[in-house]
T-cell receptor, first 111, second 114 residues
Framework: QQPVQSPQAVILREGEDAVINCSSS?????VHWYRQKHGEAPVFLMI?????EQKGHEKISASFNEKKQQSSLYLTASQLSYSGTYFC????????????FGIGTKLQVIP | GAVVSQHPSRVICKSGTSVKIECRSL??????MFWYRQFPKQSLMLMAT?????????EQGVEKDKFLINHASLTLSTLTVTSAHPEDSSFYIC??????????FGQGTRLTVV
């Protein structure tokens, strides 16, 4: 079942912050975040495993609330290069992660 | 990070013909690979799980006779779109995952059926 992402689209000015949410109706084993630029393949940002953790990657971090079956991606002091579509994916509990992606959040950072 | 190479990046074919797309893991062995399809402005939808040395596992609604998957070696999976039609035009992406690491995606193949 596809995770639900919100918002569907957001426009930021450089330097502003944004939060993208991802929720699932099923118990989560893992949450994967990817960014995709137009016409390109998705690029991995981070993976969070169940246990309720937070991870950081430069100015992009994420949290995973296993109980609420939610994850949030935090973009701070956004840069123009952050523009793209952000997908969250939920993974199964097997050794190889079959990832089911949400519909995506289109983020546009403007000068 | 690990490298997954997909070929071709773009292909245009005539309606009724077949097209083969290759997905290679260049620096690791992948017993499992995944094939996704993405229509414009939509999400990546998992089509099938490709298993080395055995039959692929298809997601509900995906025609296995139309989308033939062969995973003959630990570094290569192929997706053949048979008797392609314009509605098959899409962005096809594969992914593979080294043991214990995250999934890596190929560059994608833009298929246009005319």
């Amino acid at each position: 079942q596809q995770p639900v992402q919100s918002p569907q689209a957001v426009i930021l000015r450089e330097g502003e912050d944004a939060v993208i949410n991802c929720s699932s109706s099923k118990a989560l084993y893992s949450v994967h975040w990817y960014r995709q630029k137009h016409g390109e393949a998705p690029v991995f940002l981070m993976i969070l495993l169940k246990g309720g953790e937070q991870k950081g990657h430069e100015k992009i971090s994420a949290s995973f609330n296993e109980k609420k079956q939610q994850s949030s991606l935090y973009l701070t002091a956004s840069q123009l290069s952050y523009s793209g579509t952000y997908f969250c994916g939920t993974g199964n509990s097997g050794g190889y992660q079959k990832v089911t992606f949400g519909i995506g959040t289109k983020l546009q950072v403007i000068p | 990070g690990a490298v997954v190479s997909q070929h071709p990046s773009r292909v245009i074919c005539k309606s009724g013909t077949s097209v083969k797309i290759e997905c290679r893991s260049l620096d690791f062995q992948a017993t499992t690979m995944f094939w996704y399809r993405q229509f414009p402005k939509q999400s990546l939808m998992l089509m099938a799980t490709s298993n080395e040395g055995s039959k692929a596992t298809y997601e509900q609604g995906v025609e296995k006779d139309k989308f033939l998957i062969n995973h003959a070696s630990l570094t290569l999976s192929t997706l053949t779109v048979t008797s392609a039609h314009p509605e098959d035009s899409s962005f096809y992406i594969c992914s593979a995952q080294p043991q214990g690491e995250e999934a890596f995606f190929g560059q994608g193949t833009r298929l246009t059926v005319v």
